[in-house]
């Protein structure tokens, strides 16, 4: 299977990177396109976290044939991500895909200065992206002999996009819709993105069934509503399973340092060490919950039932969003 890479950070992704995408597609020299996200680039961080980046990508292609997103670096944890490094590892991985890498021409004029960039045409047939006249140097295609195609020119950055953000203009027409809500909803490129969840439970009796929910809050905005019932057990345990739920919420979608709430008091004082956890059924998701704190760097802090945002989503059953 002949498969072209096609690596950056996507920093967020944008139409240009998808127009391009899909002439890699259609020009029939390949079986499959892959956006190969940049886990740790070498050269000039992403602003977005890596998960970030790979979400705003499987959003974007929703739909489209022949095109994924590779998460190869990542799954590794390759850092920093060299393209030496990352197609040694890729192709040792993959044995049996024929595999291109896609750069442009100001890529390939800056090639020598890459990690060991002679043995790179040993790892993958390189494939020349050309918008004008480049003027590659001769040693260098006579090293790479890439299969050169003719790349439209698009008047479209992530750069751009990010300025735009930070200025509170519309980014509409430059990257779909569905990435621009993943956007505005994670609080990214705002250089703001002040998060809060408030996490709730209750009991039909002590025990008794459980409802558990929480509410996400990004810039003052709820952006996210989960509720379910989850067994049978106390109020304590269901404060926990509901904390739980909230911080695997909140790890999946790439969110760290924010606030956690809950007009649980006990749960708090728990939590910061204050009361000791006795119960055998609760000492687990205790010692769990806590390792999740720590790992996300957040605060846990206590609210009045009034003021806990999810406290009404644990008054009737719903299903999760």
């Known amino acids: ?51 970030h980046r790979v979400r705003m990508l ?10 994924t997103v590779e998460t190869f670096e990542g799954e590794k944890g390759i850092s920093p991500s060299y393209t030496y490094d990352v197609l040694k590892a890729y192709k040792r991985e993959h044995p049996d895909e024929e595999v291109f890498f896609v750069v442009g021409e ?10 060991m ?26 090293t790479f002999k890439p299969l050169t195609l003719t790349a439209r020119k698009l008047d479209i950055s ?20 569905e990435v ?19 996490t709730d439970a209750s009991a039909k009796g002590n025990p008794g069934e459980l409802t558990i929910a929480f509410v996400v809050r990004v810039n003052g905005r709820t952006v996210y509503e989960f509720s379910k019932t989850a067994g049978y057990g106390t109020n304590n345990e269901g404060e926990y399973l509901a904390l739980i739920e909230a911080l695997n919420w909140a790890k999946r ?13 006990l749960v708090v004082n728990q939590i910061k060490g204050v009361y000791r956890v006795k119960s055998p059924r609760i000492r687990p998701l205790y010692t769990l919950a806590l390792g999740m704190i720590e790992e ?23 299903t999760g969003v």
């Not at 299977?1 to 944008?14: E, I, Q, S, W, Y």
């Not at 499987?58 to 095109?67: D, T």
């Not at 960039?117 to 004008?132: H, S």
């Not at 996300?296 to 719903?318: C, M, P, Q, W, Y």
């Open 1 to 51: 299977m002949k498969v072209a890479l096609f690596g950056g950070r996507f920093d967020p992704p944008h139409y240009g990177h998808l127009i391009l995408a899909r002439d890699l597609r259609e020009s029939g020299f390949f079986d499959t396109v892959k956006f190969l996200v940049n886990y740790s680039p070498p050269h000039k961080k992403a602003e977005a976290g890596f998960s």
């Open 58 to 67: 499987q959003l974007m292609l929703r739909g489209e044939e022949g095109i």
């Open 106 to 115: 100001d890529q390939m004029k800056q090639i020598k200065s890459w990690k």
């Open 158 to 177: 992530s750069s751009e996009i990010r300025r735009r953000l930070r200025e509170g203009k519309s980014v509409r027409g430059l990257t779909s819709q």
């Open 117 to 142: 960039y002679e043995k790179l045409p040993t790892l993958a047939k390189f494939v020349l992206l050309k918008r004008g006249e480049g003027n590659v140097p001769e040693d260098v295609l006579r």
């Open 180 to 198: 621009i809500d993943y956007i505005h909803s994670h609080g990214l490129y705002t250089g703001e993105g002040d998060v809060a969840i408030y």
């Open 296 to 318: 996300l760097g957040i605060e846990i802090l206590h609210v009045s039932r009034e003021e806990n945002l999810s406290d009404a989503l644990t008054r009737f059953k719903r």
């Open 253 to 265: 979608s790439g969110f760290k340092n924010f606030k956690v709430y809950t007009d649980s008091r």
